[in-house]
């Protein structure tokens, strides 16, 4: 509650709080809210703003702000999937890493190594090819390719007290593991987490919204955000700003998950953990050196 409140006294904080909890009641109420179904065709299609239809119909006549209250529960809901799974699949044996030996220590440290390596693309890809075209599951198998960024924030927490005085002391005392690091480490630890699952909420909803783009991860005619916004570019010629709508959405729910993460660390002091980046950016900046 402390840092709730330092927060709310934080501009950003506010307005980064403010713009998600709009997101969220979005995808709680948006299909209730729908003023028509969003899966219903008519023949009025590409249709302008009206009355009728606030901001138009799509190529097969139903209406578009009922498809994206509709949609926004899809690419929130696959957010939130990569994020949560990037933070159980990675704190918890960062956290607990530098606790139990050094074959543990290593066997992490080379696994996590080993998922940097992946592209989430690509490997989210092959996994629909294998299991099916779901979103869910695209979602938790890229939630442990992000995983080593939390891996690394636990662990680094965890080094920095690992051989403090009151830790030894438990230790002499007879503490287990696991009470060691619910009384110490997470102390510690959660501030940076924080910091980095904000940041991942912002990383998965760019990966959802690809996916969607694509045509990967759902079945039409479900509606999402980046499926809406491939729909609208293939029709330009009739309503030019259409796409702004989706495309908006989109990057106003990543910039608020960043500028919350920003806040975070201010209020807290807690250290900025490197967001996972695309491959490509990370290979470009590793050819400038």
Same mark, same amino acid.
């Given at each position: 509650m402390t840092v709730l409140r330092r927060l709310l006294r934080l501009r950003t904080g506010r307005l980064a709080l403010? =713009?998600?909890a709009v997101i969220a009641l979005l995808a709680v109420l948006g299909p209730l809210l729908a003023p028509r179904d969003p899966l219903a065709t008519s023949p009025d299609a590409l249709a302008g703003i009206s009355g009728a239809h606030p901001l138009g119909t799509d190529n097969l006549g139903r209406d578009v702000l009922s498809r994206l209250l509709d949609g926004s529960r899809v690419s929130v809901v696959g957010a939130l999937e990569v994020a949560l799974t990037a933070l159980v699949v990675g704190a918890v044996p960062g956290l607990l890493s530098v606790h139990l030996g050094r074959v543990f220590e290593w066997f992490t440290l080379r696994l996590a190594d !080993? =998922?940097?390596?992946?592209?989430?693309l690509l490997f989210a890809v092959a996994?629909? +090819?294998?299991?099916?075209?779901?979103? !869910?599951?695209?979602? =938790?198998?890229t939630g442990v390719l992000v995983s080593p960024l939390f891996y690394r924030v636990a662990r680094a927490a965890t080094l920095g007290i690992a051989r403090s005085p009151y830790v030894e002391a438990a230790q002499l005392a007879g503490a287990s !593991?696991?009470?060691? @690091?619910?009384?110490?480490? =997470? +102390?510690k630890a959660l %501030? %940076?987490?924080? @910091? +980095?699952?904000?940041?991942t909420v912002g990383t998965g909803f760019v990966i959802v919204s690809s996916l969607t783009f694509l045509g990967i991860g759902v079945e039409p005619p479900q509606a999402t955000w980046g499926g809406l916004l491939a729909t609208d570019l293939g029709f330009l010629?009739?309503?030019?700003?259409? %796409?702004?709508v989706p495309a908006l959405l989109i990057t106003l729910t990543v910039w608020a998950c960043n500028l919350l993460a920003d806040a975070v660390r201010d209020v807290s002091g807690a250290p900025a953990p490197d967001a996972p980046r695309p491959r490509s950016a990370q290979a470009s900046a590793g050819g400038t050196r």
């Open positions: 403010a =713009l998600l !080993t =998922l940097v390596a992946l592209p989430f996994v629909i +090819a294998l299991l099916g075209n779901g979103l !869910t599951q695209a979602m =938790l198998v !593991t696991g009470w060691i @690091v619910r009384r110490h480490v =997470l +102390a %501030p %940076p987490l924080a @910091v +980095a699952l904000a940041q010629a009739q309503r030019p700003w259409a %796409p702004l």
